[in-house]
């Protein structure tokens, strides 16, 4: 069975803890390792890895501590490049390429943002769940199958990054910039419309913006098409 827990999450940091009830690992490596160990109780010394999906700071601000502490750590050769840290515990993975971190058979997939090569991944389990974790991105131009568990960024909704725009809140160019980087509410919309959920149990949406988001719309929109557990953390 499947369980997420959110250690941070949002422009200040990201990072989640996923288990399969075998092997933990932790997706994106955000903030320090001292708070992931906080965070859990300092029940970490079983964490067998962490899938991290490009080079933004809020994605990979604690990423030498992490490697400090012994996490072997997973990413596109071009997030590795960008990072330009030499590390025996980086392992870059092409994407469409399956690889195993115990229990897990995991592959990376390409998203849309401004940087070199963000992954988005899929993690499949022994019992053949799958989790799809795809964050930064404005759309996802792949369907899938078979999914159990998604976690998707949501970070806007078009109506509060215009009228935030409108009211001089928001410049126009950082207003294009978020377009052509993130999640909107309309095209999570389109993504849930356009994949089979049949066997979807729960739907994590992450990295709201504070300022460009509604969340008591987020989860009403999302439920509508979906009719599924949602978790905003």
């Given at each position: 069975?499947?369980?997420?827990k959110?250690?941070?999450?949002?422009?200040?940091?990201?990072?989640y803890?996923?288990t399969?009830?075998?092997t933990?690992?932790?997706?994106?490596a955000g903030?320090s390792?001292?708070?992931?160990?906080?965070?859990?109780?300092f029940?970490?010394?079983?964490?067998?890895?962490?899938?991290?999906?490009h080079?933004?700071?809020?994605h990979?601000?604690?990423?030498?501590?992490f490697?400090?502490?012994g996490i072997?750590?997973?990413?596109?050769?071009?997030?590795?490049?960008?990072?330009?840290?030499?590390h025996?515990?980086?392992?870059?993975?092409?994407?469409?390429h399956?690889?195993?971190?115990?229990?897990?058979?995991i592959?990376?997939?390409?998203?849309q943002?401004?940087?070199?090569?963000?992954?988005?991944f899929?993690?499949?389990?022994e019992?053949?769940e799958?989790?799809?974790?795809a964050?930064?991105?404005?759309?996802i131009?792949?369907?899938?199958?078979?999914?159990?568990?998604?976690?998707?960024?949501?970070?806007?909704?078009?109506?509060?990054?215009?009228?935030?725009?409108?009211?001089?809140?928001?410049?126009?160019?950082?207003?294009?910039?978020?377009m052509k980087?993130?999640?909107?509410?309309?095209?999570?919309?389109?993504?849930?419309?356009?994949?089979?959920?049949?066997?979807?149990?729960?739907?994590?949406?992450?990295?709201?913006?504070?300022?460009?988001?509604?969340?008591?719309?987020?989860?009403?929109e999302?439920?509508?098409?979906?009719?599924?557990?949602?978790?905003?953390?």
């Open positions: 069975m499947i369980e997420i959110t250690i941070a999450t949002g422009s200040k940091g990201n990072c803890y996923v399969d009830g075998h933990p690992l932790l997706l994106e903030v390792f001292k708070q992931v160990q906080k965070a859990l109780n029940q970490s010394t079983d964490i067998k890895g962490c899938l991290i999906t080079e933004h700071k809020d990979v601000g604690g990423l030498k501590s490697l400090k502490a072997d750590c997973y990413m596109s050769p071009g997030t590795a490049k960008s990072i330009d840290l030499q025996h515990r980086i392992h870059e993975q092409k994407a469409k399956l690889f195993k971190i115990g229990t897990w058979t592959l990376g997939f390409d998203v943002h401004d940087v070199s090569e963000p992954f988005g899929i993690l499949m389990n019992k053949k799958k989790l799809l974790f964050t930064d991105t404005f759309y131009k792949y369907q899938f199958r078979g999914i159990t568990h998604l976690m998707l960024e949501c970070n806007y909704c078009q109506s509060v990054l215009d009228e935030n725009n409108q009211s001089g809140r928001l410049p126009k160019g950082l207003r294009n910039r978020i980087s993130h999640f909107s509410l309309e095209n999570v919309l389109d993504f849930l419309r356009a994949n089979d959920l049949s066997v979807l149990k729960e739907i994590w949406l992450l990295h709201l913006s504070d300022s460009n988001s509604d969340e008591q719309l987020i989860r009403e999302v439920a509508k098409v979906t009719g599924k557990m949602i978790h905003i953390p």
